[in-house]
């Protein structure tokens, strides 16, 4: 009878992670430092220019182009988040080190709500490309750069979901946990190339709120970190 509500807890503590990683992927979208450079992420993977992406009557040919290149894009993304979630889940599985990234996660979380201001997350290493990414693979790599490059904008969130990775002790579910996370920041971006007029629209709307945006993501990471933190004091009194 315990054993079964302990099964079907730990199954529904793996859904609401599930929810938490896509969330926390539409949120690293809409970060302030990260959703108004979209567009000109867009037109290095479309290889057109902004205008040419907003004039009306955009053919077949070049949403196609756009669709292939932004999934490129979201693989790039994928591949390194995913590599990282298997690493976090082996590293994270020492109770001490799933506690202490609980601290740090709510330390990050405190840092997006405006409570502490961390000046190294502050910074940004954007890594530059003067030219327009060489098709699917340019798209692939700019992906891959993105990833790597903006730590200082998606670090915060992508440490707590990665954080969650190692909580759940199984390499599938961690690297599961972070396709989720990808794909949340991922889809957005597609569907952003496939009706830029909308999501120009959909910026300007949405600059105002980018105080509430970081408030709600640094009350997700708060959350996620003080769940660390329990999993971790659980884990250590099994052993």
């Given amino acids: 009878m315990f054993e079964w509500?302990?099964?079907?807890?730990?199954?529904s503590s793996f859904a609401v992670a599930l929810v938490a990683a896509v969330g926390g992927g539409v949120l690293s979208f809409v970060t302030p430092c990260v959703l108004p450079l979209i567009p000109g992420y867009l037109s290095m993977i479309s290889g057109s220019s902004l205008e040419e992406l907003q004039a009306s009557g955009v053919g077949r040919r070049l949403l196609g182009q756009v669709a292939r290149r932004s999934l490129a894009f979201v693989l790039?993304?994928?591949?390194?988040y995913?590599?990282?979630g298997?690493?976090?889940v082996l590293v994270l599985r020492n109770p001490w080190l799933l506690t202490f990234a609980g601290v740090v996660v709510i330390v990050f979380g405190l840092h997006l709500a405006g409570v502490l201001k961390l000046s190294l997350l502050l910074r940004e290493k954007r890594i530059q490309m003067q030219r327009r990414p060489p098709g699917m693979i340019g798209a692939f790599l700019l992906g891959l750069a993105f990833a790597f490059g903006w730590s200082g904008c998606t670090g915060p969130i992508a440490g707590a979901i990665l954080g969650l990775a190692g909580a759940q002790q199984d390499i599938a579910k961690g690297m599961l946990l972070m396709v989720a996370y990808s794909l949340g920041l991922g889809i957005p971006l597609l569907l952003?190339?496939?009706a830029i007029n909308w999501f120009l629209s959909f910026l300007r709307r949405v600059r105002g709120a980018f105080r509430?945006?970081?408030?709600?993501?640094?009350l997700l990471l708060v959350g996620i970190g003080a769940y660390l933190i329990y999993t971790?004091?659980?884990?250590?009194?099994?052993?």
């Fill in 212 to 218: 509430a945006i970081e408030l709600i993501a640094g």
């Fill in 5 to 11: 509500l302990s099964d079907v807890i730990k199954q």
């Fill in 82 to 84: 995913v590599a990282i």
């Fill in 192 to 194: 952003s190339g496939l």
């Fill in 232 to 239: 971790g004091m659980e884990i250590f009194r099994q052993v």
């Fill in 76 to 80: 790039g993304l994928m591949v390194v």
């Fill in 86 to 88: 298997a690493v976090g």
